[in-house]
């Protein structure tokens, strides 16, 4: 059983930083690509960063030059630095692994953090 764990959410002022981490548990062999998605109320679910096993990362339009996608492969973590916050980068935040096992993918999900902007 793999379970993601997320942390570091909360309310902060626009202009303002966090970070979020995600951990991964249980019995795997490796983790593919990680990536953080996010969730307004009333809107779809959206990406907002990705990050491969060789570390190549991809992000979403509206978060370029202020978030940062990294991963440590020994901690099996991903985080999201997050920088000058926007109001509009109000939602929850959802973890994202694709988890190698005996030779099958599986995608697994965080159970969300909520990230507030006030302005």
């Known amino acids: 059983q793999v379970q993601l764990v997320e942390s570091g959410g909360g309310l902060v002022q626009a202009g303002g930083s966090l970070r979020l981490s995600c951990a991964a548990s249980?019995?795997?062999?490796?983790?593919?690509?990680m990536g953080w998605y996010r969730q307004a109320p009333g809107k779809q679910r959206e990406l907002v960063a990705g990050?491969?096993?060789?570390?190549?990362?991809n992000y979403g339009d509206s978060v370029k030059g202020r978030f940062t996608i990294s991963r440590d492969n020994g901690k099996n973590t991903v985080y999201l630095q997050m920088s000058d916050l926007q109001f509009e980068d109000t939602a929850v935040y959802f973890c994202?692994?694709?988890?190698?096992?005996?030779?099958?993918?599986?995608?697994?999900w965080g159970q969300g953090t909520q990230v507030t902007v006030s302005s």
């Open positions: 990050i491969t096993s060789g570390s190549w990362t």
């Open positions: 994202n692994m694709i988890i190698v096992h005996l030779s099958t993918r599986f995608n697994y």
């Open positions: 249980g019995s795997f062999s490796s983790i593919d690509t």
